[in-house]
């Protein structure tokens, strides 16, 4: 029987998986009492459904995504986290079909950090959260680019790291490692136009690829031809010449200088 | 109106000639006060910018997709490649996020030599720093002298790790090699000579007209706007903003070191500059702690954690055990606790963070690299509006973009 790949995931996997191999966790600690923390753990009870403590970081999982600006807002402007410092997503459609996306906050006066969590269902679109951070601008572009999330609001949702009209969202674990059929048209279509594609051929997007016969981008040492020479017969071998480093003798020039006055 | 055809396509299109007087520039990607890939496209009043577009990209190579796909101790040396004008910072940032989520620490040895490349590092790119944006603002002699002294610094490195610009010099858990014979003698020189060369640039900027006239109430940036818009290190300490990562959530031997924080309320590129240099002194005068302590330290470099991290080279060839730990370890590479972290650093360009999410395989889940240059690329769109033309290339260059890491 041939193996099953997961259709779902086209990620690098361990070769190797233990069947009896379970994975320790990472701890969790609860919220000290009478910190801030548990002050902004009591203030977001009736957003959130867990809230623990991990390195120092106080990490809440909100109920419902669309909470995302009421939380933040309770953030900024009870407690003081006027900085969101990063936010992105992770990709969970295989295992639970949707995405988690996290808000990593900082309170710069007290030096806390805090992260909220909220799931977002495939196909439902987030609020933006420029009106309260602007570095949200580039942020949820880039997670709109990556991910494919539609954001709400947002002053200019464009992609930003990729071209505008690229196919596909590099993030995601379905986006395929290589073979990309749409990626390796892309600058063919640009460049000469779809109907030259007979003529063109696909790019070539492996970065480890050398045509051995191809003269004009690649050459061998010690067997150097013309410019886009014909080897496919073969090539003669050069003598290998490695050019003499030609220095300058300071003292001796002086002397001559010296010499000649 | 320019016609589109197959070798200008749309998205290289501008309309230059409006009629409302306004003309739309385009300033890169190859533009030598660029950065490295910056496109920007500029909408201007006479010599008055009405709208910035900054328009990243151009040097994306998916880098958080290849963390993806490589174990921990292969995507290492790729983090070089994110700030490559500071890589030990990358490679620190990233090695203590994974050694935060194993939950292991680098022996007392690996901290002080760690430190003291983090440090080396931050002079190496704050004289690159002067040396590039004195270029963009027209004083050719402060480059030569800049990049003189950096050339001595990156000999130290080169000294230390074999590289000059992608050091890899730090592994998850420790640093791979001890300091060599007579390297703190070097670097005793070097940072002994430092202040009297940082002196030199000052002379020659810090009180000189042209510099004042380019520099001062150029790139006005609020202290409310700075935290808006997410600006670490220099660029919110040059709005008043006392924060940096050394000091309020210390990290290796930072909380032993005594230093302080330059900070300037001048909300412009001056005070800017002027925090780079000062903190180039205090760069020298951290090291100049650091040499003493690394005396008294135990020989041992990398954390004893059997499932994480190789036994030292005696051992694999020695003991059998340690041979089969390092043989797995190479091959299918460690695999860390499910979890996630997000572990912040204060790189020469501000916080450098990185979120990693672990479901326990021997690849990260996912890797978020949180880039301080990122954010100050979003700030252009603002910080650029209302500003002459001419100051365009000064608030690029004060503003200490690096490319590796905004497109990640």
């Not at chain 1, 701890?27 to 203030?43: D, Y």
């Not at chain 2, 409006?18 to 920007?40: C, E, K, W, Y």
Request: proline fraction near 5%; charge should be negative.
């Amino acid at each position: 029987m041939r193996k099953y790949t997961p259709k779902d995931s086209v990620q690098a996997k361990s070769y190797y998986t233990d069947r009896f191999w379970v994975a320790p966790q990472m701890p969790k600690f609860e919220v000290e009492a009478g910190s801030q923390f548990s002050k902004i753990v009591t203030a977001l009870k009736k957003y959130s459904k867990e809230s623990y403590t991990q390195l120092g970081q106080l990490i809440i999982h909100i109920n419902k995504p669309t909470d995302n600006i009421a939380v933040l807002t309770i953030l900024k402007e009870k407690f003081g986290y006027t900085m969101c410092s990063e936010l992105s997503a992770v990709d969970y459609l295989a295992k639970r079909g949707e995405f988690e996306i996290f808000y990593q906050m900082l309170n710069v006066t007290e030096a806390l950090r805090v992260r909220v969590v909220c799931q977002l269902a495939l196909g439902s679109a987030i609020e933006s959260i420029v009106p309260l951070f602007k570095m949200a601008n580039f942020a949820e572009r880039e997670m709109y680019d990556m991910f494919g999330i539609y954001i709400n609001n947002h002053p200019y949702l464009k992609r930003i790291l990729m071209p505008d009209d690229w196919v596909g969202h590099p993030l995601l674990k379905t986006y395929p490692l290589q073979g990309d059929e749409a990626a390796s048209w892309y600058e063919v279509d640009k460049i000469f136009g779809k109907e030259n594609r007979d003529a063109i051929g696909p790019e070539n997007r492996d970065p480890a690829n050398v045509d051995r016969y191809d003269t004009k981008r690649f050459s061998r040492v010690g067997y150097e031809v013309p410019f886009g020479a014909d080897i496919s017969g073969g090539e003669v071998a050069q003598p290998i010449e490695y050019s003499k480093t030609v220095m300058v003798d300071y003292q001796k020039e002086q002397k001559e200088l010296k010499k000649r006055r | 109106m320019q016609v589109t055809n197959k070798l200008t396509p749309f998205f290289e299109n501008l309309n230059f000639e409006r009629d409302d007087n306004t003309m739309v520039i385009n300033f890169g990607p190859q533009h030598p006060s660029a950065h490295g890939q910056l496109r920007l496209v500029l909408e201007l009043d006479g010599e008055l910018v009405t709208k910035a577009y900054p328009d990243i990209g151009y040097l994306h190579r998916g880098i958080e997709k290849m963390a993806e796909n490589m174990t921990y101790n292969e995507f290492l040396p790729t983090t070089d490649r994110l700030d490559y004008i500071a890589s030990t910072s990358n490679n620190y940032a990233y090695a203590l996020a994974v050694e935060k989520l194993l939950g292991i620490e680098a022996p007392r040895r690996a901290q002080v030599i760690r430190t003291m490349l983090l440090e080396l590092n931050r002079i190496i790119s704050h004289l690159f720093f002067l040396a590039t944006h004195a270029l963009d603002v027209g004083a050719m002699s402060v480059f030569l002298y800049a990049f003189r002294e950096r050339e001595f610094a990156m000999d130290l490195m080169e000294d230390y790790c074999g590289a000059r610009l992608t050091h890899s010099a730090v592994r998850i858990g420790g640093v791979p090699l001890d300091l060599p014979t007579g390297w703190l003698e070097s670097l005793e020189k070097f940072i002994n000579r430092l202040p009297t060369d940082i002196k030199t640039y000052e002379d020659l900027l810090t009180a000189n007209r042209i510099w004042k006239m380019r520099l001062e109430d150029v790139g006005v940036l609020s202290a409310e706007n700075a935290l808006s818009w997410g600006c670490t290190g220099p660029m919110l300490r040059g709005s008043g903003v006392n924060y940096d990562i050394r000091k309020e959530e210390p990290y290796e031997l930072y909380s032993e070191l005594d230093f302080d924080i330059p900070t300037s309320d001048r909300c412009d590129s001056y005070g800017r500059y002027r925090i780079y240099m000062e903190e180039m002194k205090q760069s020298v005068r951290i090291l100049h702690q650091l040499i003493p302590m690394y005396a008294p330290t135990a020989p041992q470099l990398m954390a004893h954690a059997p499932q994480y991290i190789s036994a030292p080279k005696e051992e694999i060839m020695t003991q059998n055990y340690a041979l089969m730990q390092h043989f797995v370890l190479v091959t299918q590479g460690m695999r860390p606790p499910v979890g996630e972290v997000y572990v912040p650093t204060e790189s020469p360009k501000g916080e450098l963070g990185f979120y990693i999410k672990s479901e326990g395989e021997p690849y990260a889940y996912r890797l978020k690299c949180r880039a301080p240059s990122f954010f100050h690329t979003g700030l252009l769109q603002e910080i650029l509006v209302g500003t002459y033309i001419a100051d365009v290339v000064t608030i690029i260059g004060n503003t200490n973009i690096v490319f590796g890491e905004i497109d990640r």
